[in-house]
């Protein structure tokens, strides 16, 4: 019997386990670690070994074509392989055992000590049937297939995210890291991101009106400026009409206070335009929209956080390039490197992708945008075939 479909279950600790091995239960238990050389829509390259056996597993997404081609292969090769892995491998305990007649596996990741149980089935009804015990307890059932790729992508982090407390550690934290689950959805992602910014905005608008030092005003307009991009990049994980009204309201912040530096105006004109009750108003109605969690919604709140940025990322590289390529003085330049350095400074990290990260110690760590250019245009060659690389890296996030 072939089983295609398959249930999965998040279980709280290995209560479970302890309960079938006592009761008798047999099992089958394996030692595996699996690791990707290629993952993309149409086909995959898996590496698999299990039980000091080896193997190298070609996955093809087509209906025609063979599913899987396998071949056994030596430790050498598995080794081998290895220095070109996606990612870092997964490596999992499993116990096979049959529950009412059907394959089932409680599989144990042993970095996160994670436990899952999955129930293979025979027919999509008899899966839609079926019903767990009260007793197994179990966390969640997993609506998405959670797949050897799917982990490699995206963790196994599977703890309920607590936004709240995402506030509050950035509300004490003024140094506060910055980190997220691979498992976290765009709307809430994106909450957190823009209630980070919306702090230091804030820490760096009351230096400016307490200090009055300059470096302080051009920290608050850079903020500012993030917020405005962030926003046009979330008009369908959002409502779009409120985005874009608080977006069009930043923007107005960082042309006004870059007309008071330009034509070098009063500095008691600028304190008065920060002070102003149209500014604490933009912090009141922008504050509520970051903690409101259900009302602001856009079409595409669900989606991964990590998925929505790899495909951002990809398009800030691309229209990053292209803009050099054409003109790297004019107005689109500048801004698709403003959006850029945004998403290298917070999210390169987010993916471990080691031609994206070299992208940014090489050729954006520099203090100023000048001499980043220059730079750039020294080493032509290298620049752009590491944006290749890196969108290539990106691209493997889209469809999973």
Not at 322 to 347: A, G, H, M, T, V
Request: aromatic share 18%; hydrophobic share 40%; charged share 30%.
């Amino acid at each position: 019997m072939v089983y295609e479909i398959q249930k999965n279950f998040l279980l709280p600790n290995a209560t479970l386990l302890k309960n079938l091995q006592e009761d008798g239960v047999l099992f089958k238990i394996h030692e595996l670690e699996i690791f990707y050389t290629k993952i993309t829509h149409s086909q995959s390259i898996k590496f698999k070994s299990v039980d000091g056996f080896y193997y190298k597993i070609i996955e093809t997404n087509d209906k025609i074509l063979e599913q899987n081609q396998e071949e056994q292969i030596s430790k050498k090769e598995f080794e081998k392989a290895r220095k070109k892995s996606i990612g870092k491998s997964i490596k999992k305990k499993r116990y096979e055992f049959k529950f009412c007649s059907l394959k089932s596996f409680i599989e144990v990741y042993n970095k996160s000590k994670i436990y899952i149980l999955k129930i293979f089935f025979p027919t999509l009804d008899e899966a839609n049937r079926f019903i767990l015990p009260y007793e197994f307890k179990i966390q969640k059932e997993f609506d998405y297939i959670l797949d050897s790729k799917f982990i490699t992508l995206y963790g196994c982090d599977f703890e309920q995210i607590n936004i709240e407390k995402y506030f509050k550690n950035i509300e004490k934290n003024q140094t506060f890291n910055l980190k997220f689950s691979g498992l976290i959805n765009a709307f809430e992602g994106y909450r957190i991101f823009l209630f980070y910014l919306f702090k230091k905005l804030k820490f760096y608008w009351n230096l400016a009106l307490d200090k009055k030092k300059e470096e302080y005003f051009y920290e608050f307009i850079s903020y500012a400026d993030k917020i405005n991009i962030v926003l046009l990049d979330t008009e369908e994980i959002f409502d779009k009409n409120l985005n874009t009204n608080l977006s069009l309201r930043f923007q107005e912040i960082v042309e006004k206070c870059n007309i008071f530096f330009q034509k070098d105006e009063n500095l008691e004109e600028l304190l008065l335009f920060l002070s102003s009750e149209n500014l604490q108003s933009l912090f009141s109605d922008f504050d509520f929209f970051i903690k409101e969690n259900s009302f602001y919604e856009g079409l595409q709140k669900d989606k991964l956080f990590k998925q929505i940025l790899a495909n951002e990322f990809r398009k800030k590289l691309i229209f990053f390039k292209k803009n050099l390529l054409k003109n790297f003085e004019n107005e689109k330049f500048s801004r698709s490197f403003s959006e850029l350095l945004i998403f290298l400074e917070y999210f390169c990290n987010f993916f471990d992708i080691k031609s994206l990260n070299k992208l940014n110690e090489k050729f954006f760590l520099f203090e100023t945008r000048e001499k980043m250019i220059v730079k750039m245009i020294k080493k032509r060659e290298k620049f752009f075939k590491l944006i290749s690389r890196s969108n290539k890296g990106l691209k493997i996030y889209k469809g999973y």
